[in-house]
Structure formats: C-alpha cells, structure tokens
C-alpha cells in the first residue's frame, strides 16, 4: 500500500449541490496532486498543492479549488455539482517537486452526480 | 490530438505469451516518464519508471526513445495476474504536470 488514503471511498450528490473530498498524503511527501478519472479514460490532472499553495492547474473550471494543512493532507472541493462530475477522483502525493520522482495515488473517491 | 497516446488495445493473451504496449507522447520538453497499471475500479500504481538507457524489472522491460517521442512496455512469460489496465505517464518536467494515456487494457487467459 502506499499509505495514501481519501474519504470517502463513495459518495452520491445531486445535481448544483457541493461535495468536499479528502487525502492524507504519504509520510514525508509535501505535495498532493488531484486527478479525476472517467469511466474508461486516463486520470485528468485537476491540480496540485505544494506547501499549501496552488502549484499548476489542468483545464478544470473555478468551481473545482482546493486546500492543503499544514500537515499536507488536501482537499477538494467541487460546486455546483453536474452530471458529468460523475468519476473517480483519486489523490496522489510525491515528494518536493522533483520531478522525476513518480507519484502514488491513494483508492480513490468515486462520486456518483444524479 | 492527445498528448499522450498509447495502443488502444484490448490485448488478449494466452498465459506466457509476451507482449508489447506502445505509447508516444507529443511534448519534446517531456522528462520523466512512468508505466502505472491499474486494475479495474483500483487506483493506478506504479509499474515502473522508464529511463533513457532502458530498464527491466523482472519479467518488465521498458524502453524510451527521445527522438521519436516513444515509449514501450514489454511483459514477457505472462501471468494472469498481469491482466489491468496499463497507463502510460509522461511528466512535463514539473511535477505539476503529469499527462497520462487512456491506457492499454489487456487480459491474460488460461
């Protein structure tokens, strides 16, 4: 296991409602990543935190954002929940912006938009 | 077209049979590069990193030429438990910036 862990494991929301996901990352990794995956495609990258900031953004809209504590666990928070928001959205955590260090993802949230 | 394109598969193999997935990537400034694999409903996990010079895990080899902006995979004596999903991840050089492939599915039969 990679000591990456997310909650829920799985959540049901209606549509224009608002959901908070949670990650803690790896022991000793600074940086979580925030990917969402649709059903039979790759993890699109959402963004990153690094010591508490924003640190890279993918093509997702304002009503995705997100936090990281001090104790680098993350959040993501996405509102105005559609229907297309309906994936698996999965956490990774890596060290320091080294990057050729790889990143490992945590199980996963999967969240169902009715 | 997709930053990331891998064999779009589904691979069907019998046990021991060696297989190859192919991927190219569009972005010359790429990095570092990474095979994952992931069963199904499962996160994605590292297989393995890919290197320049090329590198073999056991029954895994991975090979990557800059030049033409192509990365392989190669399984050889397959088990069943090789069946997934197998994503391939190039890195922008920022560690903000991993694009991944839709993934190769391949499933390995009796």
């Known amino acids: 296991e990679t000591g990456v862990t997310q909650s829920p494991t799985h959540l049901i929301k209606t549509r224009g409602q608002q959901v908070t996901l949670r990650c803690s990352s790896q022991?000793?990794?600074?940086?979580v990543s925030w990917y969402q995956q649709a059903l039979g495609q790759g993890p699109q990258f959402i963004f990153q935190?690094?010591?508490?900031?924003?640190?890279g953004r993918g093509n997702f809209p304002p009503r995705f954002s997100g936090l990281q504590f001090p104790n680098y666990s993350s959040e993501l928070n996405v509102n105005a929940l559609e229907l297309d928001d309906s994936a698996l959205y999965l956490c990774?955590?890596?060290?320091?912006?080294?990057?050729?260090?790889?990143?490992?993802f945590g199980p996963g949230t999967r969240l169902t938009v009715l | 077209r997709k930053e990331v394109e891998q064999d779009p598969g589904p691979f069907n193999v019998p046990e021991g049979a060696t297989v190859a997935f192919n991927c190219t990537y569009s972005?010359?400034?790429?990095?570092?590069f990474f095979w994952y694999r992931q069963d199904c409903r499962k996160e994605p996990k590292l297989l393995m990193s890919?290197?320049?010079s090329g590198n073999e895990d056991g029954r895994f080899t991975a090979q990557l030429n800059r030049a033409s902006q192509y990365i392989s995979l190669l399984i050889r004596d397959s088990k069943l438990s090789d069946s997934a999903t197998y994503l391939c991840?190039?890195?922008?050089?920022?560690?903000?910036?991993?694009?991944f492939g839709a993934g190769t599915r391949l499933t390995v039969k009796p």
């Open positions: 890919v290197y320049s």
């Open positions: 022991s000793g990794h600074n940086t």
């Open positions: 972005n010359s400034a790429s990095q570092s």
């Open positions: 990774a955590s890596s060290v320091p912006l080294a990057g050729e260090d790889p990143q490992y």
């Open positions: 935190y690094y010591r508490e900031e924003e640190n």
């Open positions: 991840v190039v890195n922008r050089g920022n560690n903000n910036d991993m694009r």
